[in-house]
């Protein structure tokens, strides 16, 4: 074992708690960020755990992991290596350590190591005893004997014991961070308010396992992340379902709309369902339909009728939506469709994440069918993005597809609760003559939006439908020229948008030899990547992140006019590349794709630059 | 009840629901009858013009939404329903018609037809039941009779066909009343009473096509024999037919059976559309010809919440007793920090 491997200060750190399904490891980490963020860290979470709801106990299958990234600097991603690694079982301990920095640390609840756990995680001796783990720092804690010797007075079951050793860990992870215990125990208390004896066994236990990490020295020191410096305001962990719902509630407010959402059960898009149905307290009108069309159809039903309509969903779900998406498009009607991305096609691998449903969003739907697509970068801008989906919907009379993916769907990232007015105001176009005035489809002339007009405006009742309509007046027309016409103006109506967007931003140079190329949920990686190249002393790369897809920032050709060469980075086989190459053909786009069903590591992405900059 | 809006401004007519757009069915098609009752019901019904919706999806019978004046969207094929659901969310108070046909509803649209009867929506589905694909030209629907020749049966069908009331009433519906084209009467008596009724209420209109069923329905139909073909049922009145009211139907052992009445005769059942079992109505719903005569007018009729006020007396009870008065509230509640 190597000594003392630890500073005292670092600017951030990894922790990846591991244990079984059952070891209730996302609570303890959950329980971790809150009490980093209260500390002022920056910080990203992942969680990791099988798709089946019960993997058999003890094996390598059934280990469920949360990651944490914290620091005293911005952090965007959950970390590529571990500097900590917990781990509650033999099996948790086999399928992380190979991501585990050389020299990092493992804390291991020792007591679990036994032979009917090292045979279940396959394993023929004891990693902890057979010098297996010499190049790493290895703490053992028996938490789960520990824990019981703690509890002993509270009269519950063993089994009930053993299930409070995860905040033994917690506890000893706490002193390792220098984090005072007290706001875990007031998050405890909130938890187990209505259950005072598994609360009293879940402090004991916290208790115990820092005062084994202070008593027993094991650690030599302790690690202190300081502050990161981030805006001044109220901020929360939140993760990127919860923070696309809560936008989605914000611009109903924000647009005196009520909110409707249509959706139909699918992984990973599922939470946002569950968190609107939870929403009955602020009003928000939910429907669990029983088919993934019957859901946008129903949100085609309530956006006409005048509510902010939204539809929510994964690849395989808005594939059997696109029909209707047809019909949101030709009748012109605001509409939000979320597609939480993951690894397909087909089911693929459901619970993993890619980005690679964008050429179905840009695409995916028969005829001339344009509409606006946006994605989100991390988990709390899920929140601002879907707000901003539907501040264009409803704006310019138009379906707006927003992507997320699972990776930003489960990982958690502190938010910036936004003050008021901070948002922009959703500006519906409002029509102020006379009903005789109307038509259906007239237009703002500005951004050839209709007016929303909707069942209970009296005097402006019209039929809206699948079939092309007359310029103006709505009404059924076979004729060509007005078919044309009409689909001209559908994508003229879309490019316009760009006007009430904002422009492209680069960080690094602004012009030069290197521009690397991102857009959504591959923003983490990249930026880090790029920022940590950037304090290196790399003077030639510049880097921008799209999120804005259809229409593009209006300056999205003047950047890229600057540079030499442009590498476009994605989870996919090229998809936003083979996007620019249509749109602006002019430049020449180099690709780095992976398509693991992981989201990219920092470091693909740096050797990836430093491999470009210098051939 | 309470979702009625009942503060008419002024007597709304028949014309009141004519659009500016051209008909265009072929001519002696069952769907004109169906417009022209449904304006005339449209006027008598107590909700202001602006709160009408009617929805349809893809086929002949879904055009009537651009001959009616009121909101409307014509949907994509089968989706009528899914649509009107969403909106009926949405907006309660509205005044909700979907308008169908039997390859539209019982095909492509089945899913969302069983889930709204099975919900209780209140929407009034009227199904036109022409028993054929009409606008695509001629094949087979779910509800083609068995050995009858379509451009995708040439020898035959010789799949089972479905019965609507059978499905509808399976289902879960609250409401199922069935009518010929050609009885204007109670057409336009059965829509009323689908208005009033809250939850679900489907139609099912035997209607004729004069291109590929033609008369497809006539020995119902027809006056020469509808007297002892069909059996109007009417509430609370024993279910009786034939020009001369001489027959009736009774139970036998496991059965309905058709008979003759003899003088006296206690035996004949009497109607009650509101019985919550569903046995009977079912049973009435799958009578047809030669063996019994075919059920008209309203089979089952029963008082259930509708789904969107389920859905709206929740959110009107959490919003009540909410902590929270907007979003800030709810952002700021749990676990939060200051920098």
Redesign the interface.
């Known amino acids: 074992m190597t000594e003392k491997v630890l500073n005292s200060e670092m600017r951030k750190a990894v922790v990846r708690f591991s244990g079984d399904s059952g070891d209730g490891m996302q609570l303890t980490g959950d329980m971790f960020s809150?009490a980093s963020?209260?500390a002022?860290n920056d910080l990203t979470t992942t969680p990791d755990f099988p798709a089946e709801i019960r993997a058999p106990q003890g094996s390598v299958g059934g280990v469920s992991s949360f990651q944490i990234q914290i620091g005293g600097t911005e952090i965007y991603t959950p970390g590529d290596q571990v500097d900590v690694l917990v781990v509650m079982n033999p099996a948790a301990l086999k399928a992380n350590i190979r991501i585990l920095k050389a020299g990092g640390t493992i804390i291991a609840d020792s007591g679990s190591f036994n032979t009917r756990n090292l045979k279940k995680a396959d394993y023929d001796t004891n990693p902890l005893e057979d010098g297996s783990l010499s190049e790493f720092h290895v703490i053992e804690a028996p938490a789960t004997s520990l824990t019981k010797e703690a509890l002993k007075d509270l009269g519950l079951e063993n089994a009930a014991m053993s299930r409070s050793k995860n905040m033994f860990a917690l506890g000893v992870v706490s002193f390792l961070f220098s984090r005072p215990l007290e706001n875990t125990i007031h998050?405890l208390e909130?938890k187990f308010s209505s259950k005072p004896l598994l609360l009293e066994a879940n402090k004991l236990a916290l208790n115990a396992g820092f005062s084994f990490a202070e008593s027993t020295e094991v650690f030599g020191a302790s690690i202190v992340i300081p502050?990161a410096k981030?805006?001044?305001?109220?901020?929360?962990?939140i993760d990127g379902n919860t923070a696309a719902a809560?936008g989605l509630?914000?611009a109903a407010?924000n647009s005196g709309r009520?909110l409707?959402l249509?959706s139909y059960p699918i992984t990973p898009a599922s939470e946002i369902l569950h968190e609107l149905s939870a929403?009955?307290?602020?009003?928000?009108?939910v429907?669990q339909?029983?088919?993934e069309?019957?859901?946008v159809?129903?949100?085609?039903?309530?956006a006409?009728?005048?509510?902010l309509?939204v539809t929510t969903t994964s690849g395989p779900g808005a594939s059997l939506k696109s029909?209707?998406m047809?019909?949101a498009i030709i009748?012109e009607i605001p509409l939000v469709l979320i597609n939480v991305q993951r690894a397909g096609p087909s089911t693929g691998l459901p619970t993993k994440t890619e980005q690679s449903d964008l050429n179905q969003a840009l695409y995916g739907r028969h005829g001339e069918a344009p509409l606006v697509v946006i994605a989100a970068s991390s988990p709390d801008d899920c929140f601002f993005y879907s707000y901003e989906a539907s501040r264009i919907a409803m704006e310019h009379s138009t379906p707006v597809i927003m992507l997320s993916d699972s990776y930003l769907a489960s990982g958690t990232s502190p938010w910036r609760?936004p003050g008021?007015g901070e948002l922009q105001d959703i500006d519906i176009p409002q029509f102020n003559k006379p009903a005789e005035e109307w038509e259906p489809y007239m237009r703002n002339p500005e951004f050839l939006n209709r007016f929303w007009k909707?069942?209970?405006?009296?005097?402006?009742?019209?039929?809206?439908?699948?079939?092309e309509k007359k310029e103006n007046t709505g009404?059924?027309t076979y004729e060509p020229d007005n078919h044309e016409k009409m689909t001209k103006i559908r994508e003229e109506k879309i490019a316009r948008i760009a006007k009430r967007i904002p422009e492209q931003t680069v960080t690094g140079a602004q012009s030069g030899r290197l521009l690397i190329v991102g857009w959504g949920s591959s923003h983490g990686a990249i930026s880090t990547a790029v920022s940590e190249l950037l304090e290196g002393g790399e003077e030639h790369i510049g880097f921008t992140h799209f999120n804005y897809i259809n229409p593009l920032p209006q300056n999205t050709e003047e950047i890229f006019s600057k540079f030499d060469e442009i590498i476009v980075c994605e989870l996919n086989n090229g998809q936003f590349a083979n996007y620019l190459r249509t749109k602006l053909p002019q430049f020449s786009y180099k690709q780095f794709n992976k398509v693991k069903g992981q989201p990219f590591f920092t470091s693909e992405i740096k050797a990836e630059i430093i491999n470009a900059l210098t051939t | 009840m309470e979702t009625d809006v009942k503060d008419i401004p002024k007597k709304l007519t028949r014309k009141d629901f004519v659009?500016d757009?051209a008909v265009r069915w072929c001519p002696g098609c069952g769907d004109f009858m169906i417009l022209a009752n449904m304006q005339k019901a449209f006027a008598q019904m107590d909700h202001?013009?602006?709160?009408?919706?009617?929805?349809s999806g893809?086929g002949c019978s879904s055009r009537i939404?651009?001959y009616l004046?009121?909101?409307?969207?014509?949907?994509?094929h089968g989706?009528a329903i899914?649509?009107?659901?969403?909106?009926?969310?949405?907006?309660p108070?509205?005044n909700v018609w979907v308008f169908t046909g039997d390859g539209d509803c019982m095909a492509i649209g089945g899913?969302?037809f069983i889930?709204a009867c099975r919900r209780n929506v209140d929407l009034n589905i009227i199904v036109f039941n022409n028993r054929i694909y009409g606008m695509t030209k001629g094949q087979s629907s779910p509800t083609t009779p068995t050995g009858m020749k379509t451009k995708t049966a040439p020898e035959g069908s010789y799949e089972n066909p479905f019965n609507i009331g059978e499905v509808a009433i399976g289902a879960g519906a609250t409401f199922f009343a069935r009518v010929p084209d050609n009885d204007h009467a109670l057409m336009e008596d059965v829509m009323m009473q689908a208005y009033h009724h809250k939850g679900t209420s489907v139609i099912e209109v035997l209607q004729n096509c004069v291109i590929f069923t033609d008369g497809i329905h006539e020995q119902i139909t027809s006056k020469d024999t509808k007297h002892d073909n069909q059996v109007v049922l009417e509430q609370g009145k024993p279910i009786i037919f034939g020009k001369e009211k001489e027959r009736g139907l009774r139970v036998n052992g496991m059965k309905l059976e058709a008979a003759k009445i003899k003088n006296g005769a206690s035996n004949v059942l009497v109607h009650d559309a509101t019985e919550q079992d569903s046995l009977m109505h079912l049973a009435l719903a799958k009578m047809q010809l030669p063996e019994h005569p075919v059920a008209m007018g309203i089979i089952r009729k029963t008082d259930s919440v509708s789904y969107e006020k389920s859905?709206?007396r929740?959110?009107e009870r959490?919003?009540s007793?909410?902590?929270?008065k907007?979003?800030?509230d709810?952002?700021?509640s749990?676990?939060?920090?200051?920098?």
């Open positions: 809150q963020g209260w002022g998050l909130k502050p981030l805006p001044k305001g109220t901020y929360r962990n809560w509630l914000a407010e009520k409707s249509s929403r009955k307290d602020m009003g928000a009108i429907f339909a029983e088919d069309i019957a859901a159809c129903a949100a085609i039903g309530a006409f009728c005048g509510n309509s029909e209707a047809g019909l009748s609760i008021k909707s069942p209970g405006d009296a005097g402006f009742e019209h039929r809206i439908g699948g079939l009404n059924l | 659009s757009q202001k013009k602006e709160n009408f919706l009617s929805v893809i939404t651009y004046d009121t909101y409307g969207i014509h949907s994509i989706r899914a649509v009107a659901t969403g909106a009926k969310l949405a907006k108070e509205l899913n969302h889930h859905t709206h929740a959110i959490e919003v007793r909410s902590k929270f907007n979003t800030s709810l952002f700021k749990g676990n939060t920090w200051d920098i």
